[in-house]
């Protein structure tokens, strides 16, 4: 089996397995010869993937969960996996932080530090608030599990109904006695322009919208709109990287993370454990896991 | 019987109870005549207890956690309850807030927003981390439920080993593997000055400390020697306020919030509750909980 790695940092990590490891990090041309699995560098642009050749590599494994750009650009032919059980923790522990930052209000104690100043102030906080968590995915799963302790009530949502989930036919009556909401569903038709303005229109004066998921998912022009009335607590944004000169970034009670859901340094740990499983089903001759593109 | 109350707010809170509430705020010369109990207010300091006539107050009850500056200042014959089961979980919440922005590092993200700028970075995020807690009280109880969803592996030390403890003599060893450790001690004789240049010294670089309990249990100066090496996030601090011109404001890693772990808005709502609990406790005749100086 020949497989490539993006860096010799990653073909260290392997170089107990039984197989030839090649250093490519996808911004240079393909190697010759047959790859039976390119694992696919976390910062690449998936615009890359449109040069390679598809018939010289069994399974290209993706990094990130999202992969809404990849079924554009990979030639037919090809074969993608998405890196599924690597970033759902680290992008629901980001959530908590952009939720626990906005309903502490930790960007204003932020602001008075910078100026050395000793500036209490009373914020809602976690406890006892109605909290709307729609996607009950990988995401939202790790979400539910670290907002147990918050002593908040946590209302999920998702497409479909089921036990102590409800319907997003359900969603607008949810929305007025919410404190906040947490978007942690995938991009799809149905979840475009989810959060626009008659959406935020039902939220009650202060509420905070937190987005882990696309950024497609929220109307940022409504948010704009919004002038501060809700709180927005986001990490994905429509467009993105965010130009410098958006009106968002000055809107009152936005906080803004540059899309760094997953990058928590024990990613490494986790997507080469999600390798290694995929190595180990090739080499069985099974079909590898979560491909997504193909 | 009759009490005092803080303000007209509070009056109206407890309308339905048959008895006379005046309103009192700590400021003005007690009223006349005997107060079963005085509701202290929340922002006013312990130094004004000292003008009490305490032989006319059956019991001043707090409505924070700390008590450590009352006994100075109650006058001799003064009954005085702290505030248990109100703050707790609001500081416990706090901690989790500065702890997720100093390990996520949503201060330099907060430092980008101001700029306008996207600037993406990796973070150690707490997933996998070792984070010692010292203090399983009430804090470090509801701590414990807020950090089990986190996939960290949480030691907890306390000043008597038991199941699951560590006790606090075994702390010198776990320093040197944490990640992070977040102080929930009581300030005592023997956790006055518990995080000194040795305690420091034994975490390893880009460890953070996070103390929600008492400024006097770190040495301030020992934090600002060490230049920012480890990361201080913080709601106490000595001195307190942070005066102005402290080198603390500005040591890199450092993230400050002005003593605000109580002030969750939720909180009226369990000083509520503990005094009704103490209202029907006087009026069955039973002794009041939580009397901490008497």
Redesign the interface.
């Given at each position: 089996m020949r497989i490539s790695v993006p860096d010799a940092a990653w073909r260290d990590r392997l170089a107990d397995l039984d197989l030839e490891v090649i250093v490519w990090d996808g911004s240079t041309p393909q190697p010759d010869g047959y790859l039976d699995v390119a694992l696919w560098p976390y910062d690449v642009a998936p615009t890359a993937l449109a040069g390679i050749d598809p018939s010289r590599i069994g399974l290209v494994q993706g990094q990130s969960l999202g992969y809404d750009s990849v079924r554009e650009f990979l030639p037919a032919g090809g074969r993608y996996a998405n890196a599924v059980g690597v970033h759902e923790?680290?992008t629901a522990?980001?959530a908590?932080?952009l939720l626990?930052?906005a309903t502490?209000r930790?960007?204003e104690?932020?602001d008075?530090?910078r100026e050395?100043?000793?500036?209490?102030?009373?914020?809602?906080?976690?406890?006892?608030?109605r909290i709307v968590l729609i996607g009950v995915g990988g995401i939202g799963s790790e979400l539910m599990?670290?907002?147990?302790?918050?002593?908040a009530v946590v209302v999920n949502v998702a497409s479909t109904p089921r036990d102590d989930v409800h319907g997003i036919d359900e969603l607008p009556a949810l929305l007025s006695s919410a404190d906040a909401v947490v978007i942690a569903v995938p991009l799809t038709e149905s979840t475009v322009g989810l959060v626009d303005a008659d959406f935020l229109a039902r939220l009650p004066d202060g509420a905070v919208v937190v987005n882990v998921s696309r950024g497609k998912v929220v109307v940022t022009d409504a948010v704009v709109a919004e002038g501060g009335r809700i709180g927005f607590a986001s990490d994905v944004f429509d467009p993105e990287?965010?130009p410098?000169?958006?009106l968002l970034?000055?809107v009152p009670h936005t906080?803004?993370?540059?899309?760094?859901g997953g990058?928590?340094?024990?990613m490494a740990?986790r997507v080469e454990a999600l390798l290694r499983r995929q190595i180990g089903r090739l080499a069985a001759g099974q079909e590898p896991d979560h491909v997504v593109v193909a």
């Amino acid at each position: 089996m020949r497989i490539s790695v993006p860096d010799a940092a990653w073909r260290d990590r392997l170089a107990d397995l039984d197989l030839e490891v090649i250093v490519w990090d996808g911004s240079t041309p393909q190697p010759d010869g047959y790859l039976d699995v390119a694992l696919w560098p976390y910062d690449v642009a998936p615009t890359a993937l449109a040069g390679i050749d598809p018939s010289r590599i069994g399974l290209v494994q993706g990094q990130s969960l999202g992969y809404d750009s990849v079924r554009e650009f990979l030639p037919a032919g090809g074969r993608y996996a998405n890196a599924v059980g690597v970033h759902e923790g680290a992008t629901a522990e980001l959530a908590m932080a952009l939720l626990l930052t906005a309903t502490r209000r930790m960007d204003e104690f932020g602001d008075a530090q910078r100026e050395r100043t000793w500036a209490k102030h009373w914020a809602p906080g976690l406890i006892g608030r109605r909290i709307v968590l729609i996607g009950v995915g990988g995401i939202g799963s790790e979400l539910m599990a670290r907002l147990a302790g918050f002593g908040a009530v946590v209302v999920n949502v998702a497409s479909t109904p089921r036990d102590d989930v409800h319907g997003i036919d359900e969603l607008p009556a949810l929305l007025s006695s919410a404190d906040a909401v947490v978007i942690a569903v995938p991009l799809t038709e149905s979840t475009v322009g989810l959060v626009d303005a008659d959406f935020l229109a039902r939220l009650p004066d202060g509420a905070v919208v937190v987005n882990v998921s696309r950024g497609k998912v929220v109307v940022t022009d409504a948010v704009v709109a919004e002038g501060g009335r809700i709180g927005f607590a986001s990490d994905v944004f429509d467009p993105e990287p965010l130009p410098p000169d958006h009106l968002l970034w000055t809107v009152p009670h936005t906080i803004i993370t540059p899309h760094v859901g997953g990058m928590s340094s024990s990613m490494a740990t986790r997507v080469e454990a999600l390798l290694r499983r995929q190595i180990g089903r090739l080499a069985a001759g099974q079909e590898p896991d979560h491909v997504v593109v193909a």
